[in-house]
């Protein structure tokens, strides 16, 4: 058509001057100047009132127990109003509310959105003066009644940006009916594991598997643990603080080198490198495989898939022998709540988050949504069977700690995936993984327009 | 996915090729019900129509005055409305987002409807600028000459002629935007607002979470049957359409 | 003369426009000053809407690629040109745009042989057809979704059909992973792709054959030229149109694909699949860097624009102009 070509030809012309003098009169992102942080900070005293907007992640727990706190808070506080929505998405829709600057007065955006990135351009208030007015029911600070080690987990140069609620501890599961069945126990050592694989196999079941599609199962829960092992918590450390040569440490070298093997011996169910995480759990919970690496919100993603008589419980990696790490560390992940500065209403979403995280509130999230909580003293309940050996782990282990630079350095750790992936299809040496891993910690150090991070 | 909707959750993943023991019609009631697709089911009817009724005038309007009355401008016009086609809807989503809030259209359903509109705009003008072109003259001479202004012989004449390739865009945007889920996703965020592609993307995305795989696919079902049924109720007049040649540039 | 302008069939008019666009005079407002109001007033809703809703956001969102921005809050720095600068020597910026030419060239063809072929079928007489022209668009009526999902079923080691089938036949490859390879991964994704694709390119092209008068068939047919001759020396000239239509079309369609590939694989493994729009979606909300994101999307739509320039000039006139002059003539 010639109509086209015409079109061409003018818009050689018409964009370029469509592109200038719009930008001369247009709202174009304003160029504000960076205000780390905000001028004034939350009291945390302030009485709830008036309305109070929450939006929170709509995962695999759900909205309906903030949505039902919320009407609980109402009912306990005349003249407040609290809506609480939410969305697998929600990310997505905060973002654009985020740009312009009208974000709710609580919320909880999930996995998509960087939180970091928040903190270091203002958006998210700094909650430390917060953490130190009186608790919910009135015993003790605030800050007091969270673990402090998870509560770390929200802080950034010290100051806390984002407060935990439901966390996760990384690992690995097995059924224990099938290992009873079959006479199988759960090594203690990585030599164990190898051995325990060969015998697996002989029963023509798969030892391992794992979500292939996405390689941080495997690294938060496999690859760290065992870099911990090997070369104690300051080698995790180095990696997070993007010490150079952190990444070709002999710690690192050797735990990839152990999945390494494991994938040269056959050891992981054909075909993982390309499961979902639904796809992976699944073989694991039909028998097709022994064991998988997974967080403790495995029972309540599967439970409705579960096929009938199948059984999970929670396991540490396998040490290896001669390690300097600590045996019962343990990984876990929070996921963050924060206040946004250009809310309207931040003294009720600090109000009601403090009702959502009273003892009595926490403890209800336990039974109901079977997941450990940051709040101390909220397991002390009935709880579900696939939470016990998490629940004593966790208060045995003497270090804990989070792969946090995950969510620091996101395009670093897109890169190291993406090696992990080229390791496990066999076209890299786990040397080679070392390097590409390394180099892409080097273009993070480099690059100036990335915040840096610092594990004190 | 017809036979998945009726079986229980783990039969699903277990045998995924075999026929359901037992029939478990429950998927449906439950993906209607309790995961709000039947209220996303409506919206989605209300928005596709409320667009289609405004797109196909605009769009044969413009359509017709583009291809049977060139002026100077009418090519650039006609190439702007081409390279809507060209770029990812994602790059617009945050100026988009801006707009309609200071225009108060926000999460409302006439401002989803004017965005779709506005989106669809392209692939209409195109097609149908294609289209009266390859109407015959005669028709419009004899109408003119019989005393039609422009106006009487659009409406009159042109555009009943133009019926089957008005049919056919219809279609093929009804389904289009039945099926759409960024803007909406961005643009919609209440619940009771929903359109029925974002209450897919919410039973699917619970169901990660809770492999509820009976009552997705359910919902699969329930979202692929009207189109198929438009589709189907259409079919004729659109291959006739395609086959009169009714797109030949 | 409006008059004069009318008789000539569109095909005529734009021969005689091209001969003659110095000369042409304005036939908007000389004769029929009504006609310009006319004219303004038809195209007004649907130039409005447009310009509203679409092109002035789009304008803005071009603007972006000038600055450092992390589309999530207000705050940005102007940075003239750096973001396209830093995209020349971005290798997974040519690494996508790699992957996208690739298929381009490989599914583009394949699409294109496949809609002929169906399109022939189409238009032959017979009941059997019926069914054919039923199910054709079947796959167009899902939202890619949904089309990403099933075929990310169908290609499941464990339980997929393709595997099945290998097993069945046994076929070397069964329990293959055909979308966690980086060998077949791309491929994988180009065939879904094209089974969703082709019912529609096939519709068009079914639509040019018809409109190729039968007269033209005869006398190829009268002169010796039987199957794949005739298709070669006839039909694919007289197609000019709904060629040009349809490969501008499909390079569109094939540069901005994004959903397939995004579900599928998310650009995996090790960015085997990566295209355009997949690399910018994650510069865009996983980096945080949605200044740069941007600037991927405006190379985008430049070299869309290039490449629909190519085909044009590629594709020639309509071979059936000068005939048709030829016969007004006499």
């Known amino acids: 058509m010639s109509s086209i070509s015409k079109f061409q030809l003018s818009c050689k012309f018409l964009l370029p001057i469509l592109v200038v003098i719009p930008m001369a009169i247009s709202c174009a992102p304003g160029g504000g100047s960076t205000n780390s942080t905000s001028a004034s900070e939350l009291s945390g005293t302030e009485p709830a009132k008036g309305k109070i907007e929450v939006v929170a992640f709509k995962g695999g727990y759900g909205i309906d127990f903030y949505q039902q706190a919320a009407k609980d808070f109402q009912a306990k506080n005349s003249g407040?109003?609290?809506?609480?929505?939410?969305?697998?998405?929600?990310?997505?829709?905060?973002?654009?509310?985020?740009?312009?600057?009208?974000?709710?007065?609580?919320?909880?955006?999930?996995?998509?959105?960087?939180?970091?990135?928040?903190?270091?351009?203002?958006?998210?208030?700094?909650?430390?003066?917060?953490?130190?007015?009186?608790?919910?029911?009135?015993?003790?600070?605030?800050?007091?009644?969270?673990?402090?080690?998870?509560?770390?987990?929200?802080?950034?140069?010290?100051?806390?940006?984002?407060?935990?609620?439901f966390f996760n501890l990384q690992g690995m599961w097995f059924d224990p009916g099938v290992f009873a069945k079959h006479g199988w126990k759960i090594p203690a050592t990585f030599d164990g594991l190898l051995t325990l694989?060969?015998?697996?196999?002989?029963?023509?079941?798969?030892?391992?598997?794992?979500?292939?599609?996405?390689?941080?199962?495997?690294?938060?829960?496999?690859?760290?643990?065992?870099?911990?092992?090997?070369?104690?918590?300051?080698?995790?450390?180095?990696?997070?603080?993007?010490?150079?040569?952190?990444?070709?440490?002999?710690?690192?070298?050797?735990?990839?080198?152990?999945?390494?093997?494991?994938?040269?011996?056959?050891?992981?169910?054909?075909?993982?490198?390309?499961?979902?995480?639904?796809?992976?759990?699944?073989?694991?919970?039909?028998?097709?495989?022994?064991?998988?690496?997974?967080?403790?919100?495995?029972?309540?993603?599967?439970?409705?898939?579960?096929?009938?008589?199948?059984?999970?419980?929670?396991?540490?990696?396998?040490?290896?022998?001669?390690?300097?790490?600590?045996?019962?560390?343990?990984?876990?992940?929070?996921?963050?709540?924060?206040?946004?500065?250009?809310?309207?209403?931040?003294?009720?979403?600090?109000?009601?988050?403090?009702?959502?995280?009273?003892?009595d509130e926490a403890k209800k999230f336990v039974i109901q949504k079977a997941t450990l909580m940051s709040i101390k003293g909220s397991d002390q309940v009935q709880l579900p069977p696939t939470l016990v050996e998490p629940a004593r782990l966790f208060h045995a282990s003497k270090t804990i700690y989070s792969y946090i630079a995950r969510q620091w350095y996101p395009a670093q750790e897109t890169e190291i995936e993406n090696a992990l992936t080229s390791m496990l299809n066999q076209e890299l040496t786990p040397r080679q993984f070392c390097d590409r891993a390394e180099a892409a910690a080097d273009k993070t150090r480099n690059d100036a327009t990335i915040t840096k991070h610092h594990l004190s | 996915m017809f036979i998945s909707s009726i079986k229980p959750g783990y039969e699903i993943v277990s045998s995924p090729w075999s026929l359901p023991n037992p029939v478990h019609l429950i998927n449906y009631s439950k993906a209607w019900n309790e995961n709000g697709?039947?209220?996303?089911?409506?919206?989605?009817?209300?928005?596709?129509?409320?667009?289609?009724?405004?797109?196909?005038?605009?769009?044969?309007?413009?359509?017709?005055?583009?291809?049977?009355?060139?002026?100077?401008?009418?090519?650039?016009?006609?190439?702007?409305?081409?390279?809507?086609?060209?770029?990812?809807?994602?790059?617009?989503?945050?100026?988009?987002?801006?707009?309609?809030?200071?225009?108060?259209?926000?999460?409302?359903k006439i401002g989803l409807i004017l965005v779709y509109v506005g989106f669809s705009l392209s692939f209409t003008v195109f097609v149908l600028t294609g289209f009266f072109q390859t109407l015959p003259n005669e028709l419009a001479e004899a109408a003119m000459l019989d005393g039609c202004n422009d106006h009487a012989t659009f409406w009159k004449v042109m555009l009943p002629l133009a019926k089957p390739g008005i049919l056919v865009v219809g279609v093929f945007n009804a389904i289009g935007l039945w099926n759409e889920y960024g803007l909406a996703l961005v643009l919609m965020p209440s619940p009771q607002n929903r359109t029925l592609p974002l209450g897919i993307a919410n039973l699917a995305s619970t169901q990660q979470y809770g492999s509820d795989w009976g009552a997705l696919f359910a919902g699969l079902v329930i979202a692929v049957v009207p189109v198929l049924a438009v589709y189907w109720l259409f079919r004729n007049e659109i291959h006739r359409t395609m086959m009169a040649g009714a797109l030949k540039g | 003369m409006d008059k004069d302008s009318i008789r000539f069939s569109p095909a005529e008019q734009t021969a005689l426009k091209r001969a003659d666009s110095h000369k042409n005079p304005r036939r908007k407002s000389k004769r029929n000053p009504g006609r310009s109001m006319f004219i303004a007033l038809y195209l007004a809703p649907a130039l409005i809407l447009y310009a509203v809703f679409v092109v002035w956001p789009l304008i803005q969102a071009f603007q972006f690629s000038m600055?450092?921005?992390?589309?999530?809050?207000?705050?940005?720095?102007?940075?003239?040109?750096?973001?396209?600068?830093?995209?020349?020597?971005?290798?997974?910026?040519?690494?996508?745009?790699?992957?996208?030419?690739?298929?381009?060239?490989?599914?583009?063809?394949?699409?294109?042989?496949?809609?002929?072929?169906?399109?022939?079928?189409?238009?032959?007489?017979?009941?059997?057809?019926?069914?054919?022209?039923?199910?054709?668009?079947?796959?167009?009526?899902?939202?890619?979704?949904?089309?990403?999902?099933?075929?990310?079923?169908?290609?499941?080691?464990?339980?997929?059909?393709?595997?099945?089938?290998?097993?069945?036949?046994?076929?070397?490859?069964?329990?293959?992973?055909?979308?966690?390879?980086?060998?077949?991964?791309?491929?994988?994704?180009?065939?879904?792709?094209?089974?969703?694709?082709?019912?529609?390119?096939?519709?068009?092209?079914?639509?040019?054959?018809?409109?190729?008068?039968?007269?033209?068939?005869?006398?190829?047919?009268?002169?010796?030229?039987?199957?794949?001759?005739?298709?070669?020396?006839?039909?694919?000239?007289?197609?000019?149109?709904?060629?040009?239509?349809?490969?501008?079309?499909?390079?569109?369609?094939?540069?901005?694909?994004?959903?397939?590939?995004?579900?599928?694989?998310?650009?995996?493994?090790?960015?085997?699949?990566?295209?355009?729009?997949?690399?910018?979606?994650?510069?865009?909300?996983?980096?945080?860097?949605?200044?740069?994101?941007?600037?991927?999307?405006?190379?985008?739509?430049?070299?869309?624009?290039?490449?629909?320039?190519?085909?044009?000039?590629?594709?020639?006139?309509?071979?059936?102009?000068?005939?048709?002059?030829?016969?007004?003539?006499?």
Request: hydrophobic residues 50%; aromatic residues 12%; neutral net charge.
């Open chain 3, 67 to 330: 600055y450092r921005w992390s589309g999530l809050s207000n705050q940005s720095t102007m940075i003239g040109l750096d973001n396209f600068r830093a995209l020349a020597h971005d290798d997974h910026f040519w690494n996508a745009l790699k992957h996208n030419i690739w298929l381009e060239i490989v599914i583009g063809v394949l699409v294109v042989i496949l809609s002929l072929v169906v399109a022939h079928a189409l238009i032959a007489k017979g009941s059997s057809v019926k069914w054919l022209r039923g199910v054709i668009l079947f796959p167009q009526m899902m939202s890619l979704i949904v089309v990403a999902i099933l075929w990310m079923f169908i290609y499941n080691p464990q339980f997929g059909l393709l595997n099945a089938i290998f097993g069945a036949l046994h076929m070397p490859g069964d329990q293959k992973t055909w979308l966690g390879k980086p060998d077949t991964a791309l491929a994988a994704v180009g065939i879904a792709f094209a089974w969703y694709a082709v019912g529609f390119y096939a519709m068009l092209f079914a639509a040019g054959l018809s409109g190729i008068p039968a007269e033209v068939n005869e006398a190829a047919e009268l002169d010796g030229a039987v199957g794949l001759q005739k298709f070669f020396k006839v039909t694919w000239a007289n197609l000019w149109a709904m060629k040009r239509i349809v490969a501008v079309h499909l390079t569109i369609t094939v540069l901005n694909v994004f959903v397939l590939v995004f579900i599928m694989t998310s650009g995996g493994p090790d960015r085997a699949t990566d295209v355009l729009l997949t690399y910018l979606y994650e510069r865009a909300f996983t980096d945080s860097n949605f200044g740069y994101a941007t600037a991927i999307a405006v190379a985008n739509f430049a070299v869309a624009m290039v490449l629909t320039l190519i085909i044009l000039k590629a594709i020639g006139r309509d071979p059936t102009e000068a005939r048709d002059f030829k016969r007004l003539k006499t």
């Open chain 1, 197 to 359: 694989c060969n015998q697996i196999k002989a029963a023509g079941i798969a030892p391992l598997t794992f979500q292939g599609k996405y390689p941080y199962y495997l690294i938060e829960n496999m690859i760290i643990p065992w870099i911990q092992d090997i070369g104690g918590i300051e080698a995790v450390n180095d990696l997070q603080n993007l010490t150079p040569g952190a990444w070709k440490s002999p710690a690192v070298l050797q735990a990839v080198t152990m999945i390494d093997t494991l994938n040269k011996q056959g050891d992981f169910l054909k075909g993982s490198v390309g499961l979902t995480h639904t796809e992976a759990q699944t073989a694991f919970l039909q028998g097709r495989a022994a064991m998988i690496p997974c967080g403790t919100w495995l029972h309540s993603e599967m439970s409705a898939t579960m096929p009938p008589g199948a059984q999970m419980q929670y396991f540490l990696p396998p040490m290896v022998t001669g390690g300097k790490g600590d045996p019962s560390a343990i990984a876990i992940s929070i996921e963050p709540w924060m206040i946004p500065t250009k809310a309207k209403n931040p003294g009720g979403g600090i109000a009601f988050f403090k009702y959502l995280t009273s003892l």
């Open chain 1, 80 to 165: 407040v109003s609290v809506t609480v929505t939410g969305d697998p998405h929600v990310w997505e829709q905060l973002r654009p509310r985020m740009v312009a600057g009208d974000p709710p007065d609580l919320m909880y955006p999930g996995w998509g959105l960087d939180h970091w990135k928040l903190a270091d351009e203002g958006q998210i208030y700094t909650l430390d003066k917060a953490l130190d007015s009186p608790a919910y029911d009135g015993q003790g600070t605030w800050g007091s009644t969270f673990e402090p080690s998870i509560l770390k987990l929200g802080q950034k140069d010290g100051k806390q940006y984002v407060l935990p609620y």
């Open chain 2, 37 to 108: 697709l039947g209220h996303a089911f409506t919206n989605s009817i209300l928005i596709c129509v409320g667009a289609l009724i405004i797109l196909l005038p605009a769009g044969a309007m413009a359509a017709y005055v583009l291809a049977r009355y060139p002026f100077k401008g009418s090519q650039i016009i006609f190439g702007t409305f081409l390279g809507g086609m060209m770029f990812p809807f994602f790059l617009v989503m945050v100026p988009l987002f801006f707009l309609m809030t200071q225009i108060h259209l926000f999460d409302t």
